[in-house]
């Protein structure tokens, strides 16, 4: 007989094309559905162009306007125009700005239980919540997805996150994903997945699992996924779409890597304290931090079931005049069946701020907290700075002590707020209206692209001799948002030129060249741009501005400690070259000024290798230090000839 699996091997192995099935080795798998974000697709789609793509080859692509939906200044709506008809021409849905965030409208209205689902957004993963294999990668993996390439990826060992009993009154599925986080933590966790099993499966409903697979991301799992069961049915038939559903589960006896034991019924609520999602502490050993704003929603907890209990909690009652509570509904199904059922009203009676079906401040787009005061989010990531203002506190909730934090003013265990927890059932029919989702035309029509849209970025090949001089070096835990800040500058995505000038912009100090001078400095010099870094370098998004920008500044090297699986692509992707340190002491002898010289890029760099690089103090003094890398043929191949958009 052979070998039992878990589900995520069987989904894998039902769409291999290439490679080798165990834990490490390179997989090439076919991609069924993809889905993109307006701040990362309109690069993604300019890629696609470049590639000369006329007509996606997927079964379903989409694309969602939900980031940026501010439209101060044109650039934003240019992006909008030139997406709407770009994805008309190529054969691809797109999803209207006012119509929601990507991970809930796809959930709500595409996802189908064992597809494979490939996003250029880290958050993708949420579609595990119907059993799909879900993926976040970078713009230009998705538009070769788009074009029909099978994706690669690290075949997994799977984590087993094994559910017993059921969670009790005012604790919900985000305190469920925080525990996960406080155990597996917000490293360390590259080439593994995570799936949920045990008898506690079918207490959860798939807005819960939905939550729970979304904030996997933070953990850096390729991917977290949940069986398919009567729930799912019962979801996917809510929506009119129980004809797409099939049972699917992991085989009796299958092996993981690990198995984690959660007992529901013993999880009381959780908080991700500043500044990161792995620092988990329970709500009521801080319990009583004044708080200045809560808000509710992000793709995290924006679905009908969070909302409602907020209503159901706020109705009849008033936000505390302590803060300012800000709630958006996750997409225009969960907005209209909040109207037509009085909830909307029964929040707004509350005295709480409605915003738009979008991510808004979870991306900084508005609602940054006051200086020195604390925020209370629902959202799936507190990193420094991400609110859009400096040195934020902010704690990342499940909506129950949002709501309850509303009430009183500060932080709040909503145990202690003395109501009845309000019953959940999941609705026999969800309101289903499609208009704000535009089908492709039949033929390919004109592609707008206004004046505020770029040319996709170049790159050349690495040189044969690399000498690069160190332009930053930073401690462990580097995200996306520290390389590539989005909150005011997210309108600049499609132009490279303006939005490079913020690279790293968090570590510029006043009356001192930026990154960006200091990069170009060194680039007139005829050098290559290096960065130094830590642990788990490349946490968070998948943008693919934070591998784009610096290479478009001239940055070849980032030598780390480890790097963040989606980050890892991007830079091979754009031609910029990641190693890993072999001893973390030589990480002492590297200081910005410092050159890092590799001779013979070419010979000496081989794949899953080491080699020996020298370093060149700013006072002239030599040494040497060993760098290895885990490239694999195709990889060493693709980032010496500088990515895989070339000059
Ligand atoms: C995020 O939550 O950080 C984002 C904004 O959704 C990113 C994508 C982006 O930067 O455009 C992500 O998660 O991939
Ligand atoms: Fe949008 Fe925030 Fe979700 Fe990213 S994490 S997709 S910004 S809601």
Redesign the pocket.
Known sequence: MSKPLTLIEKIIRSHLVEGECEAGKEVKIRIDQTLC?D??GTMAFLELEAMGVDRVKTELSVQYID?NTLQIGPENPNDHIYLQSVCSAKGVHFSRPGNGICHQVHLERFGVPGKTLLGS???TPTGGGISMLAM?AGGLDVAMAMAGVPFKLTYPRVVGIRLTGKLQPWVSAKDVILKVLSILGSQGNVGTAAEYFGPGVATLSVPERATITNMG?ELGVTSSIFPSDEATKAFLDAEGRGDCWQPLAADEGAVYSRIIDIDLSKLEPLAACPSNPGNVKPVAEIAGLPVSQVLIGSCTNSSLKDMRMVAKVLAGRHVSDKLSLGIAPGSRQVLRMLGEEGSLAEMVGAGCRILESA?GP??GQGFSPASGTISVRTFN?NFLNRTGTKNDQCYLVSPETAVATALTGKLTDPRTLGIEYPKWEMPEHFVIDDAMVLPPAKEPGEIIRLETIGEPPVCTPLPDRLEAEVLLKTGDKIT??HIMP?GAYLKYRSNIPRYSRFVFECFNEAGKPSFAERAEAVKAKGLAGAVVGGLSFGQ????EHAAICPMYLGVRLLVARSIERILYANYINFGILPLLFKDEADLDKITEGTRIVIDNLREKLQPGGTLTAKLVQKDGTESEISLANTLSKEDKETVLKGGRLVL
Do not use: L, V
Request: proline letters at 0%; aromatic letters at 0%; a neutral charge.
């Open positions: 974000q701040a990362t980031h957004d880290s958050h976040g991301a991510c979870c991306i990531r996306t948002d989005a968070g998004s998948s943008r």
